[in-house]
Nanobody, 112 residues
Framework: QVQIVESGGGLVQPGESLRLSCVASGFPFSTQRIYWYRQAPGKKRELVGYIASDGIVFDVLDSVKGRFTISRHNANNTGYLQMNSLKPEDTAMYYC?????WGQGTQVTVSP
């Protein structure tokens, strides 16, 4: 049974940081790409970026380049999204996807 669970979201002030985690099970994690998406209220879901099995990161959203870092720890079946210098426009539900499956999402709210 495939499970993908995100965590680490919350309410922060502009300029602060959060680290999201994506814990996966039920599939060969180390061989799969791990995708991070986000969806703000009233907007389409957008790809934040993804990390290949070898740790190379692709397709990082322009608006988060230099602030967000995608990584993975295959031994722990976990993907990470480190978000620094958060802005109000980063407010969204953040999702992890892998192996054709999605997590339930974790809410990130950036507000003064």
């Amino acid at each position: 049974q495939v499970q993908i669970v995100e965590s680490g979201g919350g309410l922060v002030q502009p300029g602060e940081s959060l680290r999201l985690s994506c814990v996966a099970s039920g599939f060969p994690f180390s061989t799969q790409r791990i995708y991070w998406y986000r969806q703000a209220p009233g907007k389409k879901r957008e790809l934040v970026g993804y990390i290949a099995s070898d740790g190379i990161v692709f397709d990082v959203l322009d608006s988060v380049k230099g602030r967000f870092t995608i990584s993975r720890h295959n031994a722990n079946n976990t993907g990470y999204l480190q978000m620094n210098s958060l802005k109000p426009e980063d407010t969204a539900m953040y999702y992890c996807s892998a192996y054709g499956y999605w997590g339930q999402g974790t809410q990130v709210t950036v507000s003064p």
